[in-house]
């Protein structure tokens, strides 16, 4: 059964890195991995994409192991801005192809 | 500005009362979706289109409808909204140029109370 999970929460502090992890073994081959960040009362807005190896924008880094079935959100330096909920989304291939949404992972920057 | 809007952003309804939430975007993209946010839940899709006139179920598509008549346009109905259809909606549109992984633009979301 195709499922994305990640944590549920993170508390982290000002100015240092977070690093947020998605499990997705059931990934399609040639599917990306895409991180979303959504504020409160605001749709989600996309932070970073990325297939294998390392991305880096300049929002965040995104990590990817060689078989793929987990991925990291590097946030560099983290401010109180930071504070959001970030969604994982995967696509899988079963008898059809479905983007699956990871829960979401409320993170939360302290002073 | 590029842009998917929807309205309302708020509304009160009663059970049973037909209710359309509506959705546009202006970025001429093929690909349009309905969500809803529940807490604790993440997003979860109800319908999604591929392009006019192609609309197909998603995860929790019960008590919900949709049309594409235009490319612009996604509208969600609820013909007979009840209290378990009480949620945060948010519509979204992507182009399809590279497949169903392109970048999804989200609305700014409606909540819904059903009493």
């Known amino acids: 059964l195709a499922k994305t999970t990640q944590p549920i929460s993170m508390d982290s502090y000002e100015g240092q890195e977070v690093n947020i992890t998605c499990s997705h073994n059931n990934i399609a081959t040639n599917d990306y991995i895409t991180w979303y960040q959504q504020f409160p009362s605001q749709g989600p807005r996309f932070i970073i994409q990325g297939y294998k190896t390392k991305v880096t924008n300049e929002v965040a880094s995104l990590f990817i192991p060689a078989d793929r079935k987990s991925s990291t959100l590097s946030l560099p330096r983290v401010s109180l801005s930071d504070t959001a909920v970030y969604y994982c989304?995967?696509?899988?291939?079963?008898?059809?192809?479905?983007?699956?949404w990871g829960a979401g992972t409320k993170l939360i920057i302290k002073p | 500005e590029a842009q998917v809007t929807q309205n309302p952003r708020y509304l009160i309804t009663v059970t049973g009362k037909k209710l359309t939430v509506t959705c546009s975007q202006n970025?001429?993209?093929?690909?349009m979706s309905w969500y809803r946010q529940d807490p604790g839940l993440g997003l979860r899709q109800i319908y999604y289109?591929?392009?006019?006139?192609?609309?197909d179920k998603g995860d929790v598509p019960e008590g919900y409808k949709v049309s594409r008549k235009e490319k612009r346009n996604f509208p969600l109905i609820l013909e007979s909204p009840s209290p378990n259809q009480t949620s945060l909606y948010f519509c979204a549109s992507s182009s399809l140029a590279g497949g169903l992984q392109e970048t999804q633009y989200f609305g700014p979301g409606t909540r819904l109370l059903v009493l």
């Open positions: 289109s591929m392009n006019v006139e192609v609309t």
């Open positions: 970025m001429n993209h093929e690909y």
């Open positions: 989304l995967v696509g899988y291939m079963d008898s059809n192809y479905q983007l699956i």
